[in-house]
């Protein structure tokens, strides 16, 4: 099956984008899958995957745009190989993911102050969101892209099915970010009321931009932090680090962000050192809720 280019054909026929009629491109590609086949299965010696299903599944986790090559060379293939396994409901593959992540699943819910009976219920609920299909949602496994290790991507999982398990049954009042970010932080304070209103698509364009220049972990810190209600423990247990590394983090992504907001804003609205100091002291008393909407319209 490695031989020709029956690799090559399995996989580029299932990108989103054809690319196999461009000249001269993915001339390595085939010696390339080769090897992340051979690489998996030394990895996960009692799975047999056939290349028929495995490489569709890889080729269909390749962003649109990206070249394959570029792409595959930042995945996780090993670990996707055991994920499609598990994906396509094979016994060996769910009970390799058992005997590999069960423990360290219990390890995260036991954390979470829970009692064994609560992290026995959480652990199931994971189970079934990642491997049952319910005819509503797929699997959450396939969601799976390879962009770090398997095991820190179990983990958030598992967190925020503990969180949404805590939660049931508590009724929580919480005004949308949509109408708490249109309160003025400071009553009475007309100057912000002008400033919002004259400022507010120019902010929402800086800040956009902001974001967009943070890294990977630090948009998944922010989303950890701000969307799931993870506190500093508990994110310092999905990157193995202490707390206190954590508020670091957060620290200098908060200052970050606020720089590149300011950058930006200061280039396009020319506005006076005094209503430009307005603008930041309205920016940052907000800071949270913004990051909190922009998270949500990324998918957050």
Avoid at 215 to 221: D, K, L, V, W, Y
Wanted: with cysteine; net charge positive; hydrophobic share 40%.
């Amino acid at each position: 099956m490695a031989g020709g280019p029956i690799l090559v054909d399995l996989f580029l026929s299932n990108l989103a984008v054809d690319t196999r009629e461009r000249p001269g491109r993915h001339q390595n590609l085939e010696a390339l899958l080769s090897k992340i086949l051979q690489a998996a299965r030394t990895s996960w010696p009692r799975l047999s995957m056939n290349p028929e299903v495995f490489l569709p599944y890889l080729a269909r986790i390749i962003p649109d745009g990206a070249e394959p090559e570029d792409a595959l060379g930042r995945m996780m293939t090993a670990d996707l190989y055991l994920t499609c396994g598990c994906a396509c409901g094979d016994p060996e593959a769910l009970a390799t993911f058992e005997r590999i992540y069960s423990r360290e699943i219990t390890g995260v819910l036991s954390r979470m102050n829970m009692s064994s009976a609560s992290v026995e219920d959480v652990k199931q609920l994971v189970y079934k969101k990642l491997f049952v299909d319910d005819g509503v949602r797929e699997k959450k496994i396939v969601q799976y892209s390879g962009e770090g290790e398997l095991g820190s991507w179990i983990r958030v999982v598992a967190m925020r099915e503990a969180l949404n398990y805590l939660r049931k049954g508590v009724r929580e009042c919480r005004m949308e970010d949509e109408v708490l970010a249109d309160q003025v932080p400071v009553a009475d304070d007309q100057e912000l009321v002008y400033l919002k209103v004259m400022y507010r698509q120019a902010f929402k364009q800086a800040f956009q931009q902001a974001l967009g220049s943070l890294s990977s972990r630090e948009r998944n810190i922010l989303r950890h932090h701000l969307l799931d209600g993870l506190n500093f423990d508990q994110v310092g247990v999905i990157y193995d680090v202490h707390r206190a590394t954590v508020s670091r983090w957060m620290s200098k992504v908060r200052k970050k962000l606020l720089s590149q907001t300011r950058r930006v804003l200061t280039l396009e609205l020319g506005v006076s050192r005094k209503e430009f100091d307005s603008v930041m002291r309205l920016i940052e008393s907000q800071l949270d809720v913004s990051i909190r909407r922009f998270l949500k319209g990324k998918g957050g």
